[in-house]
């Protein structure tokens, strides 16, 4: 019966927006019933897209290709370039997105799809807008200020979790005292080596200096040399540059895949105890720990008082960049709550309000997706938002220079340099 739900559902969807589907012709060609998904979802992310179309296939005959790449960033715009673009694109960077809308590379969806009618936060709708047109339906969300933890190793040695940024500290230089590392770090992830540093940076800005500046930063009103930016680059310094705070120091932040990083909070004993990262993390711990228990989560405290502790999140977003009546179709589909429902249950974190948090696996996942949805303040990955050849350009080599020696003010020099005119 699973079949005949998810098929009356999607001809709803077709009847809504005036894309009703019809019966495959004879004579249609196999590129007209195929959607063609370049993106940059690979390994387990890959299984849980093909298993979130499935539905869609099963009652369209629309063939799905997805092709996951871990260079999406720099494959994209090669292919848009040469003629050769996917008929949708999932983008780990907004700003991405909006470049190919200014190159004329994107398709408006709210040609076909209403945006009011979406069952997603304004927010969420702007986010996915350039110039006021629709261009994005978002997958999933990825809070970004968490932290992971190892509840048994925590209650071992006794160590409770910090309410401030101070306390933060505090519980660091204890840690250091008794001879352990707090901090897990890697930066190291192929093409994209350094966004890990800058997402350090972004939480650490939007908590000290607030949202407001923090706008004004992303949008380029204030420059990288700016003071609220510097000293956010450097607090993460004092961090990521301390040969006893972070496993292997400052080289080993540059060269341990991010993948690979959280690992050592599960060693026996832990090689270190607190790791900054997204939730998608969870896709590169460990096999059979038990949430909660041997793995647990909170929310980074804010630098600043002042700021209660605010939000930063990422994204993946789907675009089209062909316009056919199947990809149309596609992205309908993908904006209801069907395939949201299955990435969901299979652990990813959705801003689409047509999903029950009961639909999440387990307490862990609920309660990333609570903190996502209870912030009073979020702010969306400001690297992801930049042109990309600041936000995943010069933003990320600079930050694997600056773990790797170079003076800072050189830096943020070098970054403010490459911002388009």
Known sequence: MKFLVTAATLSLIFVSTGCQPEPAADTASEAEQTVTILGSLTGVGEEIMAAAVAPFTEATGIRVIYEGTDAFATVLPIRVAGGDKPDIALFPQPGLMADLVQDGAMVPLDSFIEPSALAYAPDWIELGSVSDRLYGIWMRADPKSLVWYNPQAFEAAGYEIPQTWDQLMQLSEQMVAEGNTPWCMGMESGDATGWVGTDWVENILLSSAGPAVYDQWVNHEIPFTAEPVRQAAETFGDIALNPDYVVGGPTGVISIPFGDSPAALFDDPPGCYLH?????????????????????????????????????????????????????????????????????????????????????????????????????????????????????????TGMVDYIGGEDLDTVLQTIEASWPE
Request: a negative charge; hydrophobic letters at 45%; zero cysteines.
């Open 276 to 396: 900054r990262q997204a939730s998608f993390i969870a896709d590169f711990l460990p096999a059979g720990l038990e949430p909660g228990e041997d793995v647990s989560v909170f929310l980074l405290p804010s630098v600043n008082p002042e700021f209660e502790a605010p939000l930063l999140t990422g994204g993946i977003v789907f675009g089209m960049l062909n316009d056919t009546p199947a990809a149309r179709q596609l992205m309908t589909y993908l904006a209801t709550a069907v395939p949201h429902e299955i990435w969901a249950a299979r652990g990813y974190i959705t801003p689409h309000q047509g999903v029950s948090l009961s639909v999440y696996p387990s307490d862990l996942v609920r309660q990333e997706a609570e903190i996502l949805a209870n912030a009073q303040t979020i702010r969306f990955d400001g690297s992801d938002l930049m042109p990309a050849a600041v936000g995943t350009g010069t933003f990320w």
